[in-house]
């Protein structure tokens, strides 16, 4: 019997926070379904004390799946108890539980002279705030753990000091993150090896690693430490996360798959959803896999050169070191069209990872059919999308209803557009720069909003003339971003549709109480 390596999976937490990134609750909800069906061991899910959003979504997702949830808080009272609030209706949660411990981390976040004055003090003082806070965990879950953050750069006298200290106090998983992602593997591999022999209590817990990729090396620090000892490698799909992300989590089971012959343990991870899970994550947070990323990126499977497919139709083991139906990638040879019927559309979603109930199937079915006027052949990446819009539509309150633009090499860019605004319809007109900006000025009239645009990206997503073109942009109101992203074949209206979705994610978190009077009020 091979051991197990646990995966935690934090795409919706450390993986939400890369920039750029923002999932609302519903396409969290659904992606959680989705690292379900994945079977990670553990899904991070947030980080409940830091707002309602992050304490609904924690809550929500505990609900929704069967895989162990953990909540994130800092060594703070009200952080852990926020955690437990959010998780205890769950049948089984984890309490994730952090504290800078890097002199660098010592001396800048807790410079302060409340956590004492010398560096020692301030180490004494980390160790008994962290201890505290696991042994309140402790009473709320058995399933608790710490991360000393910032361990790459920790002393390894003191690391394994509070490693030790805060299994004493009931951590039964102690995570070693390489935040800044600064080590190299065999250093990283090695500081793995010495807490195992410097702590002594170290067989009580489970040793997880984090690792960061700013030098590109996320994943081979996590195989490294992996070979030395650590049973938990917390990871994200397609790698996303703070600057430039976090280990891969396609990477990582599929590194100690292929080469099982090396490996004396094994995930559980269902690799044949792998793709679904990138391409859903892809989809939902705008953030584009790089075409030639390991197991998921477009050109994984591709090969272009003569005498590369020369020797892939003789046996295709002489190029490809794994089979694409392992990680789920299917040479799907079905194109729905405008005369797919709703059970053609519902087995191609449910191949692609969405499980619609009848209601939601109705609605999907139909703006299918109008997509499939407007374009002949409906690819499994035109669905993801459609399913994208219908999932981030849920909560919505203003919605596109009409959209006419005027544009010429010498007229004024003018935009007439009819925002359907909670059941009721308001019109208005606006010049602009181009007829993007039109747009965007005719929606703020008809809302009464004005919004900074932060950054503003335009792409195409599917293939050929009739590709669809998908608009993302992050707006800025006060210190709050708020993105949105609109999909279709005429890019003007993706970017309008793009606006008001951000419009409408300020307006679900409850920031926008006198914008929606204003358009509400008779
Ligand atoms: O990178 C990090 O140190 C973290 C911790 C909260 C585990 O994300
Ligand atoms: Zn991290």
Redesign the pocket.
């Known amino acids: 019997m091979k051991d197990k390596v646990v995966i935690f999976d934090t795409t919706l937490r ?1 993986g939400e926070q890369a920039p750029g990134c923002s999932l609302n609750l519903v396409e969290k909800i659904e992606i959680a379904k989705q690292l379900n069906k994945l079977n990670v061991d553990v899904i991070e899910a947030g980080y409940p004390v830091s707002s309602k959003v992050q304490f609904d979504a924690v809550q929500r997702i505990a609900d929704a799946v069967d895989t162990v949830v953990a909540g ?1 808080a800092r060594t703070v009272e009200k952080d852990v108890k926020a955690a437990y609030d959010a998780l205890k209706h769950a049948d089984t949660f984890r309490i994730h539980t ?1 504290a800078g411990t890097s002199d660098i981390h010592m001396m800048g976040k807790f410079g302060s002279d409340r956590y004492g004055k010398t560096l020692e003090e301030k180490r004494q003082h980390i160790l008994k705030l962290s201890c505290d806070a696991v042994a309140l965990a402790k009473t709320y879950t058995n399933d608790v753990e710490f ?1 000393p ?2 361990a790459g750069r920790t002393d390894i006298g003191y690391l394994s000091e509070i490693v030790e200290a805060v299994i004493a106090a009931g951590a039964t998983t102690v ?1 070693i ?1 390489d ?1 800044t992602g600064y080590t190299m593997p065999l250093e990283f591999g090695a500081k793995i090896a010495e807490l195992k022999s410097r702590v002594s209590n170290i067989d009580d817990a489970v040793i997880s690693v ?1 690792c ?1 990729n700013d030098l590109g090396l996320a994943v081979a620090n996590s195989l490294s430490a992996v070979s030395n000892g650590a049973r938990q490698v917390e990871c994200t799909i397609n790698g996303i996360g ?1 600057r430039a992300g976090n280990a891969s989590l396609e990477e990582i089971a599929m590194a100690i798959k292929v080469r099982e012959d090396l490996w004396d343990v094994e995930t559980n991870i269902n690799t044949s959803e792998i793709f679904n899970a990138s391409r859903m994550v892809s989809s939902f947070t705008g953030m584009v896999v790089q075409p030639n990323k390991a197991i998921v990126g477009e050109n994984a499977f591709a090969h272009e050169s003569g005498i590369h497919q020369d020797g892939m139709l003789k046996d295709n083991k002489t190029y490809e070191i794994m089979d694409p139906e392992v990680v789920g990638v299917q040479e799907s040879k079905i194109v729905l069209g405008r005369h797919s019927g709703r059970h053609g559309l519902i087995s191609r979603l449910k191949a692609i990872g969405f499980d619609p109930s009848e209601e939601e199937l109705n609605s999907i079915y139909e703006r299918f059919l109008e997509l499939a006027d407007k374009k002949k052949e409906v690819f499994d990446d035109d669905l993801r999308l459609l399913m994208g819009q219908e999932v981030a539509q849920k909560d919505y309150r203003h919605f596109l209803d009409y959209l006419h633009v005027n544009i010429g090499t010498t007229t004024i860019p003018t935009a007439t557009v009819r925002i359907k605004s909670n059941e009721k319809l308001v019109e208005e007109s606006a010049t602009g720069d181009g007829p993007v900006d039109a747009c965007f000025n005719a929606i703020d009239r008809a809302l009464n909003s004005k919004f900074h645009i932060e950054s503003y990206q335009v792409r195409s997503v599917t293939v050929g003339r009739s590709a669809q073109g998908e608009a993302h942009l992050r707006l800025k109101n006060g210190t709050k971003s708020f993105s949105g992203r609109g999909v279709s074949t005429d890019i003007v209206e993706a970017s309008a549709m793009a606006y008001l979705q951000a419009i409408n994610e300020y307006s679900i978190q409850g920031e926008v109480e006198e914008l929606l009077d204003a358009v509400t009020a008779p």
Do not use: A, I, K
């Open positions: 450390d994130l952090f991360s953050e910032d995570n993150p935040t984090h960061h703070e």
